[in-house]
């Protein structure tokens, strides 16, 4: 029946029509036409307050099964929560699950859910659905403004209609400028709580002024609820999840570790295997180069390679172009300097991508020499550990060979030392010993005396006797001094071997003297005597690489064996120092000219030629020292002129 066939004289029975409506889930706006259409009847219409009655039943049985519906719709979002709240693990993905729910079940514009950062006082945006723009999912707001400052404080949920215009309480600017931006209007906040903590905040946002019920707050509350408990508990399988992790990785490293150690066991019983066997020096750095993965190389006190090794894997090259004296020299001189304090061993430099890691070999309290490794990357400290103890086992290989050494020149030092002494032996019996030796002592003999500041003489006496062929020659180191004799017709040659060897491989700071001829055995004492004196006359006259024939020096000594080096320094700058100077200044060489002009019996186009320049050139120079220092025409000046020269040469750098 039609409401519009309504008339006064008959009202219909509405309640089969009202029945039908209500099974048809009809909306208020149509059980609201029936009534209207009945109260705008006459008020004698029979029926009509009966019927009147029936549709406003109708209406609130509606408006029940309505409420119910949003129950029913309630519940089914929280049954779906908690059963999302058992099946996922994942924190953000739980949450977003429960901000989508919130906001579909309210049928908000936008919701989103913030954790509270303890620390900064603030509570941060996780998640956040249907925001227009990015400042909603940047949004942080304090404790003490907003909607958070009256939820913190009374743990209870809070709702506003008109949040822009709402002072119940203060208001954070940055907030407001978002909420404007994104055209909210209505709020509600409830909280997550968790052991009477407020742990996060749970938003529902709406663009017009709208009013929740309490059913809406009661399912958004418990909504809320899930969220904490899934926050916790992601929290806790987070906590669990590291924990499992770390545990793995501890396991994994402690498996690791353990196979490190196995293989430092195995390296160490290696090379004990090795020593044990008497291998060479060169075989045991081969293993143990294999064993770390590199290059090794192993050097004398003087950084000089005596054995090299090199994994069969490994391709780098730094050991290679390894030199004793050149560019990372200081770097590894640092680096075992450190070691020797710290007692382990030390990165020296880095080239490319090589690193060169080197450890002193200590004999006693000696320094034999040290190890360097180069290796790519980061060595674990099993690697470190089994390269240091592999400098203890290549110590007992090197004092083994320095035994085997002292030895075998036992006799050479023990017949130098009896030649030198002022109470010789019996000459028959030195005789005999030198002949065994491969030295005559019948010949006319040479002393070589040469000092050095670094390395020591012994080790200098060491190398020196391992150059081929020196079997006819005495060498040892006498009270720190390397001390040779041989026969006077190889002196020259041995006095150049000795010096290009000091200069070059050595790079040595060293001064030396050359004895003359001795006819006599009995001669070799006084003549040591003389050129020990010598050599500190060299020192005194700050000689440096050069080694000085005795005759050369007879006239120094004479006057200069009882001065020092100051009085020296003092007889040179008042002789020449003004040529010396000038030549300083101008990057002449006046002073070098005139002492050849001296040698030369100064005769200006001998020294032309030996310099190899013009005689006018010779005597522009003459007339410019002329004016520096003053005629030389007398013998005396001439003569004092001519000793401060060779003084100032035999005191230059080589």
Known sequence: MDTAALTPECVEPLDGRLVQLLHQDASAEVFAQHLAQLEALPDGTPGKSAQTELVRMAMAVRNRLELLQQREQGMLAVIESAQDLSSRLNRTSLLRAIVAKARNLLGSDLAWLTTHDAERGEFHVVVAEGALSRSVTDMAARSDRGVVSIVMS???????????????????????????DEGITALVGVPLVWDGEVIGLLFVADRYHRVHTAQSISILCTLATHAAVALRNARDFERASDALAKADAARAELERHLRSIQAAA???????????????????????????????????????????????????????????????????????????????????????????????????????????????????????????R???????????????????????????????SPRQ?????????????????????????????????????????????????????????LVMLCAASRAPELRLLATQWARSEMA?????????????????????ATLRRALGVLGRMGVQGH?????????????????????????????????????????????????????????????????????????????????LIGHWGSATRALELHIALRLWNLGSPA
């Open 390 to 420: 592999s400098s203890s086992v290549i110590g007992i290989v090197l004092l083994s060979q320095e035994r085997m050494e002292a030895n075998k020149s036992r006799a050479v030092a023990a017949l130098l030392r009896a030649l030198v």
């Open 154 to 180: 009374t743990r209870l949920p809070f709702t506003t209609p008109d949040y822009l215009h709402d002072r119940r309480f203060p208001h954070d600017a940055r907030l407001d400028d978002t909420f404007r």
């Open 508 to 528: 040595a700071v060293h001064r030396g003297v050359a004895s003359r001829p001795i006819t006599a055995v009995a001669e070799i004492p006084a003549v040591y």
């Open 425 to 481: 032996d019996e000459a028959a019996l030195m005789a005999d010993r030198a002949g065994r030796l491969g030295v005559d002592l019948a010949q006319p003999l040479a002393l070589l005396l040469i000092e050095m500041d670094s390395p020591s003489a012994g080790y200098a006496a060491r190398r020196f006797r391992a150059f081929p062929p020196q079997d006819d020659v005495l060498v040892d180191d006498i009270d720190g001094v």
């Open 547 to 627: 080694v000085i024939g005795q005759n050369e020096l007879a006239l120094y000594s004479t006057l200069f064996e009882t001065h020092d080096r100051a009085s020296l320094t003092t007889f040179l700058d008042a002789t020449i120092g003004a040529v010396t100077s000038h030549d300083r200044k101008r990057g002449t060489e006046l002073a070098a000219t005139l002492l050849c002009y001296f040698d030369c019996n100064q005769n200006a186009k001998t020294t032309a030629q030996r310099l190899g320049i013009h005689v006018n050139t010779v005597r522009q120079r003459l007339a410019t020292l002329e004016d």
């Open 266 to 388: 195995d390296a160490h019983e290696q090379m004990t295997s090795l020593l044990s066997r008497g291998a060479s020096l060169a075989a045991l750095c081969g293993a143990v180069a294999q064993l770390l993965g590199g290059s090794l190389l192993v050097l004398d006190e003087a950084a000089q390679v005596i054995a090299r090794g090199s994994a069969e894997s490994y391709a780098g090259d730094a050991a290679q172009r390894y030199a004793p004296h050149g560019e990372h020299s200081t770097d590894v001189a640092r680096a075992l300097r450190l070691s020797r304090q710290t007692g382990r061993s030390v990165q020296a430099y880095e080239v490319g991508d090589e690193r060169c890691r080197v450890m002193p070999v200590i004999g006693g309290d000696d320094i034999l020499g040290s190890v360097a490794l180069f290796h790519r990357g980061e060595l674990e400290e099993v690697a470190v550990r089994t390269l240091e």
